[in-house]
């Protein structure tokens, strides 16, 4: 059919608008692994708090035009990773070691808080899924394949957040989730912490099936409370202060050189 005919056609789609919109896709999905990779080099401490991010280094560094790099700064931005100025640029929030442990306390029992609910109201269907779901992160650990046993990580959450049943809480989790995301993710850079995050997710896991609520509260407490502890090891310049932070290896500001006891649970 030729291009004249198929706009005849009601409903067609002509081939140019086709082309544009898949390059559009491309392009988006190529602004999110830009973002997925500066968050990365943020969370493990090697863009310092404080540094300047330029496009044209960051561009280069990740062999990418400018636009993908422009795009990911401004997502980064809304997970408040990065601070956008206006005419001065784009740098790395100068997050304290005080504000990343309060983001992982309340995520802790917001997320606590989700498994406990899940575990009374999740459907059959629900926990066939979370079996499965359990099942791939499984399968990603005796492969050491850090990138699967993340996603899978990732989904086991969503999965036990959504079970709660509760709208409220499922968007303010989900919500802070998305912050910390990235700070949780390096975690998994050490292979022996991806066994442990396995085994705590199993001990969740029997909870929830087994309609224990107050077990999988704890549970789900303290294996976030353990996330915090393993990405604090492994990018130990969260662990200090802004400034002293700056002033270590990782501080150049150019991007190419470069547990506090809980309460008892509450009643239910």
């Not at 280094?57 to 956008?84: H, N, W, Y």
Request: charged share 25%.
């Amino acid at each position: 059919m030729s291009l004249d005919a198929a706009r005849e056609q009601p409903g067609a789609t002509p081939a140019g608008d086709a082309v544009a919109s898949g390059a559009g896709v491309a392009r988006g999905r190529l602004a999110d692994s830009v973002c997925q990779r500066i968050a990365d080099e943020i969370a493990l401490g090697h863009f310092a708090p404080g540094a300047k991010l330029d496009e044209v280094s960051l561009a280069k560094r990740f062999e990418v035009s400018r636009t993908p790099v422009r795009e990911a700064l401004k997502q980064l931005a809304i997970m408040g990773l990065v601070d956008c100025r206006p005419n001065r640029g784009s740098v790395v929030t100068a997050f304290s070691t005080e504000q990343i442990d309060q983001m992982f306390e309340a995520i802790g029992e917001l997320e606590a808080s989700c498994a406990r609910h899940a575990a009374l109201r999740m459907s059959a269907d629900d926990r066939a899924q979370l079996r499965s779901v359990h099942q791939l992160g499984r399968s990603a650990m005796q492969a050491r394949d850090f990138e699967s046993y993340d996603a899978a990580n990732r989904q086991l959450h969503h999965c036990i957040i959504q079970g709660s049943y509760n709208p409220v809480l499922i968007d303010l989790a989900l919500g802070l989730r998305h912050r910390v995301a990235p700070f949780r993710r390096t975690q998994f850079r050490n292979l022996e912490r991806m066994g442990e995050s396995f085994e705590e997710h199993s001990v969740i896991v029997e909870a929830i099936l087994a309609h224990d609520a107050v077990a999988t509260y704890r549970q789900m407490r303290s294996h976030l409370q353990s996330a915090r502890s393993a990405s604090a090891s492994v990018a130990p310049v969260w662990s200090r202060s802004p400034a002293d932070a700056a002033q270590g290896p990782a501080g150049n500001i150019d991007p190419q050189s470069s547990e506090q006891q809980q309460p008892e649970t509450p009643p239910l």
